[in-house]
């Protein structure tokens, strides 16, 4: 299993940016990014593949979001601008040995969250 620490989340006015990261330790093929909002499902947000960079973003956030790597630090970013309150959830990193996908139960390993919120 992958450890995973994430950071960088806070509260933030609409139109404005946060970056959020995840430290991982592990072998891994892709890593993501979901997120939660309260009474609602574990959604997809974007994903890296750990090895060449391509990236996959899931169409809500898509031109907003941009994930990245730092293979020296092991670390993944998710520098999200121009928030908007429906952003608002718990932010999860997520490690998978096998794929990009935005099916969750491609990952196998989790981070402890991290809370976004986002005002109008």
């Known amino acids: 299993q992958v450890q995973l620490v994430e950071s960088g989340g806070g509260l933030v006015q609409a139109g404005g940016s946060l970056r959020l990261s995840c430290a991982a330790s592990?072998?891994?093929?892709?890593m993501g990014w979901f997120r939660q909002a309260p009474g609602k499902e574990r959604e997809f947000v974007a994903a890296i593949m750990w090895s060449s960079g391509m990236t996959n973003y899931a169409g809500s956030v898509q031109g907003r979001f941009t994930m990245s790597r730092d293979i020296a630090k092991n670390t993944v970013y998710l520098q999200m601008n121009n928030l908007k309150p429906e952003d608002t959830a718990v932010y999860y990193c997520?490690?998978?040995?096998?794929?990009?996908?935005?099916?969750?139960?491609?990952?196998?390993?989790w981070g402890q969250g991290t809370q976004v919120t986002v005002s109008s």
């Open positions: 592990g072998r891994r093929y892709g």
């Open positions: 997520a490690a998978s040995l096998s794929t990009i996908s935005g099916n969750r139960a491609g990952y196998n390993s």
